[in-house]
């Protein structure tokens, strides 16, 4: 998933949840600032994801965790755009990996991001995103290209040479952001699946009968 937002701020121990697994487990999922630390981290999933990493400051991201296994769920972050009246946010570089998707993580990175536009300020954040569907779930509704601040124009134009060329233009009242309750639900229980092991080559793989070790293909020799 690729999306494009605004946003920046500290997640207090308060906001921090202990959740009941399906497995009988306590579990706190929560969603807080990333350290410093986790900078190589944070550029090396941006790089697998094919996320913009433009005007990349770790202290902009949060980090959605179990604090159990102190494993990295997803993350994402805020950029503040100034311009001459005034200053915009944007969410975006959103991601979650693979073994954590579909439990709500990416959804509670976004609330947490959206949570702290407001305390900044913000009245609305901006997303340049292809993944529509996905946010308008949240409250974010579709923006034409043409009614977009002329700093998130230009932004447009450069995601969509670089990571997303089906982006479009989305904004959501910060006041109005809305959490399915099934994701909400999903978070509650979340954890890890099992990713699956590549299979291993055989002989088949290749064009080769294993039984009399010639060409099961014309390779027009």
């Not at 706190?28 to 630390?37: G, I, L």
């Not at 094919?50 to 965790?65: H, Q």
């Not at 932004?155 to 904004?171: F, H, N, Q, S, Y």
């Amino acid at each position: 998933m690729k999306l494009v937002f605004l946003v920046e701020s500290s997640t207090p121990d308060s906001l921090r949840h202990t959740f009941l697994r399906s497995d009988g487990q306590l579990t706190p999922m929560y969603v807080r600032d990333a350290k410093n630390r986790e900078e190589v981290w944070l550029l090396d999933r941006i790089e697998e994801m094919g996320l913009d990493e433009t005007a990349f400051r770790s202290r902009d991201y949060v980090v959605a965790i179990d604090e159990t296994s102190g494993e990295k769920a997803g993350f994402g972050r805020i950029r503040i755009h100034k311009t001459d009246d005034r200053e915009l946010c944007e969410l975006t570089s959103i991601g979650v990996l693979e073994s954590w998707r579909r439990q709500g993580v990416g959804a509670h990175v976004v609330e947490r991001l959206v949570e702290q536009a407001r305390d900044h300020g913000f009245d609305a954040v901006f997303a340049l995103t292809g993944a529509t569907d996905y946010l308008s779930q949240f409250g974010f509704r579709g923006v034409e290209s043409s009614d977009l601040p002329a700093k998130l124009r230009e932004r447009l134009d450069a995601k969509r040479e670089a990571t997303d060329p089906d982006a479009v233009g989305m904004v959501l009242a910060t006041d109005e952001f809305v959490m399915p309750d099934r994701l909400r639900e999903r978070f509650k229980r979340a954890q890890p699946h099992e990713e699956e092991p590549e299979p291993e080559e055989s002989a088949e793989d290749f064009g080769i009968d294993p039984n009399s070790a010639t060409y099961k293909y014309d390779t027009g020799g």
